[in-house]
Nanobody
Framework: QVQLVESGGGLVQAGGSLRLSCAAS????????VGWFRQAPGKEREFVAT????????YYADSVKGRFTISRDNAKNTVFLQMDSLKPEDTAVYYC??????????????????WGQGTQVTVSS
């Protein structure tokens, strides 16, 4: 089992920045990749970004490329999502998730095995 706790969400004006954190505990050695997803009211959960735990390979959704940066601190078992130039359409609950299987970079929610509880991000116009 892997436990995930997200933090760093909040209310920000359009054009502002937030940094989300995802702290992992438990069987973290089984981690292949850690991803961020988001879900807005009435919409499906969508992929945002992912990073492989050992190699640090990253992949982003087109909607956030160039504005969001995913990174990791292996020593602290923590993954970050730096979100800059935020837009109202970025408003959602943001979830981090762990994928254990590999070897490819996972971008579908069904590929992930463990999920956090989520943190709300609200961007006002």
């Amino acid at each position: 089992q892997v436990q995930l706790v997200e933090s760093g969400g909040g209310l920000v004006q359009a054009g502002g920045s937030l940094r989300l954190s995802c702290a992992a505990s438990g069987r973290t050695f089984s981690t292949h990749a850690v991803g961020w997803f988001r879900q807005a009211p009435g919409k499906e959960r969508e992929f945002v970004a992912t990073i492989t735990w050992r190699g640090g390979t990253t992949y982003y959704a087109d909607s956030v490329k160039g504005r969001f940066t995913i990174s990791r601190d292996n020593a602290k078992n923590t993954v970050f999502l730096q979100m800059d130039s935020l837009k109202p359409e970025d408003t959602a609950v943001y979830y981090c998730a762990v994928e254990t299987q590999g070897p490819f970079v996972p971008t579908r929610a069904t590929q992930y095995d463990y999920w956090g509880q989520g943190t709300q991000v609200t961007v006002s116009s």
